[in-house]
């Protein structure tokens, strides 16, 4: 069964950091980019990083860049997502997803989503 299993999420400050993971099973990693999502209450869902398995290339939404950093470990089949400088606004669910061998396609797989809150 193909699974994407999302963790990490958590309650920090403003200016706290969270690092989420996400771990891939059931289809060729390789061939996959993993992306991470994210949706708040009111808001459609958005995207926040993508990283393409086979070569590594990485993509950040404008709100994600320098602070936060996409990473994939092949062996793991996890990608992890480090998240510093967390504003209240970062608060959300984010899920990952797995989109076949690119970053601007659509999502196959879905994982289910992992709470991030950050007080102010």
């Known amino acids: 069964d193909v699974q994407l299993q999302a963790s990490g999420g958590g309650l920090v400050p403003a200016g706290g950091s969270l690092r989420l993971s996400c771990v891939a099973s059931?289809?060729?990693?390789?061939?996959?980019?993993i992306g991470w999502f994210r949706r708040t209450p009111g808001k459609e869902r958005e995207g926040v990083s993508c990283?393409?398995?086979?070569?590594?290339?990485?993509i950040y939404e404008d709100f994600a860049k320098g602070r936060f950093t996409i990473s994939s470990d092949k062996a793991r089949k996890t990608v992890y997502l480090q998240m510093n400088s967390l504003k209240p606004e970062d608060t959300a669910i984010y899920y990952c997803?797995?989109?076949?061998?690119?970053?601007?396609?659509?999502?196959?797989?879905w994982g289910q989503g992992t709470l991030v809150t950050v007080s102010s």
């Open positions: 990283i393409n398995s086979r070569d590594g290339t990485t």
């Open positions: 997803g797995a989109l076949l061998e690119r970053c601007d396609v659509g999502v196959d797989y």
């Open positions: 059931g289809f060729a990693f390789d061939d996959y980019a």
